[in-house]
């Protein structure tokens, strides 16, 4: 069992930026990807960014288009997702996932069935 802590959302303008966090803590050692997600009100859930902790591949959703980077700091079990030039309708719930299967193609992390672990999701309100 892992255990997954985002922080770092907030309120910000169209175009701004914020920074995710999320720490994971227990069994974090077994995971082989990190998963970001969203969730605006009343739409699925969607993928946004993974990171394997194996190779250091990373994988966006198209959506992104070079505005959102995903990166991690082993030594305190941290994955991170930049987030900037941010839009209204990106306003969501922006939750992390860990995944204990090992798939060398990165898409695989793209479907939520995959990860076996979830944060309790961290609130990001873009403003226009």
């Known amino acids: 069992q892992v255990q997954l802590v985002e922080s770092g959302g907030g309120l910000v303008q169209a175009g701004g930026s914020l920074r995710l966090s999320c720490t994971a803590s227990?069994?974090?050692?077994?995971?082989?990807?990190m998963g970001w997600f969203r969730q605006a009100p009343g739409k699925d859930r969607e993928f946004v960014a993974a990171?394997?902790?194996?190779?250091?591949?990373?994988d966006y959703a198209d959506f992104v288009k070079g505005r959102f980077t995903i990166s991690e700091n082993k030594a305190n079990n941290t994955v991170y997702l930049q987030l900037d030039s941010l839009k209204a309708e990106e306003t969501a719930v922006y939750y992390c996932?860990?995944?204990?299967?090992?798939?060398?193609?990165?898409?695989?992390?793209?479907?939520?069935?995959?990860?076996?672990?979830w944060g309790q999701g961290t609130q990001v309100t873009v403003s226009s």
């Open positions: 990171l394997s902790r194996r190779g250091g591949n990373t």
């Open positions: 227990g069994r974090a050692f077994t995971n082989y990807a």
């Open positions: 996932a860990a995944s204990r299967l090992y798939y060398p193609n990165m898409r695989y992390y793209r479907n939520m069935r995959y990860y076996n672990d």
